[in-house]
């Protein structure tokens, strides 16, 4: 999350650089390129909240969160054997510290159970006005890029 983060700084200086050893086009770089530019280039987060967005209120419930977790469980799984091991789930940006907690039988992997709280856990973090929904901006926070990168 903090890798997109810093791109997404690295693509509004680039632009900024770019453009602007052209003197004459600096004010519309400034002005115009950098917002269009980088927002267009990380839509990302956007397409997700849409594509959960099962009531189409523009926020996302814990319901609609919850309803990807199997299929995202499938994917986080590689060698298929119904469990993420530390590896796994480390490939998924999971922390050791994070993986002890929910790998509640202490059998160095997580169940789905035990992966659906932590989700759970990321969408309750993500949830940064405590009114049980994650919109835009929450997704778009540090505690929102951690939960999305359990769903995608
Ligand atoms: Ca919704
Ligand atoms: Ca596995
Ligand atoms: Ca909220």
Redesign the pocket.
């Known amino acids: 999350m903090a890798r997109k983060i810093d791109s997404r700084l690295t693509c509004v200086v680039n632009v900024f650089v770019t453009w602007g050893r052209r003197p004459f086009l600096r004010g519309f770089a400034i002005a115009m390129a950098s917002p269009f530019f980088c927002s267009t280039v990380f839509a990302g987060d956007d397409d997700l909240l849409k594509s959960l967005d099962v009531n189409h209120d523009g ?1 996302l419930s814990l319901k609609e969160v919850l309803s990807t977790v199997g299929a995202e469980f499938s994917v986080l799984d590689k060698d298929k054997d119904n469990s993420i091991s530390k590896h796994e789930a480390s490939a998924a940006g999971v922390t050791n510290r994070e993986f002890v907690k929910f790998d509640l039988e202490l059998d160095d992997n997580l169940d789905l159970k035990e992966f659906t709280e932590l989700v759970k856990a990321r969408f309750k973090a ?10 835009q901006h ?1 997704l778009e926070s540090v505690n929102g890029q951690a939960l999305s990168s359990l769903l995608k």
Do not use: C, P, T
Not at 126 to 135: M, S
């Open positions: 926020v993500a949830d940064l006005d405590g009114n049980q929904v994650i919109d929450e």
